[in-house]
């Protein structure tokens, strides 16, 4: 519960929480969405919103991971070449 309640979760979790009240009350009206195959499903435009931004955040989040992955192996292999070359 700690790391819920921290400086840098804290006001993401509040924007986030606040934008999806605002779409959910706005846009209730519903909107053909067709997939690639198939017939149109009739959602909510806020559900797509949502579901949109929760796409984006998660491939955001992967891609800060991945991309932390490749800066730690860079950083652990200059290191193992320091010591190599002492």
Do not use: W
């Amino acid at each position: 519960m700690d790391k819920l309640l921290t400086k840098k979760l804290f006001l993401p979790l509040i924007a986030a929480l606040f934008l999806c009240a605002v779409f959910i009350d706005q846009n209730s009206s519903p909107v053909p969405m067709k997939f690639f195959i198939g017939s149109p499903i009739h959602m909510q435009l806020s559900m797509i919103i949502i579901l949109s931004m929760a796409a984006g955040s998660a491939l955001t989040i992967l891609v800060y991971m991945i991309f932390k992955g490749i800066q730690q192996k860079i950083k652990k292999r200059k290191m193992e070449q320091e010591i190599l070359d002492f």
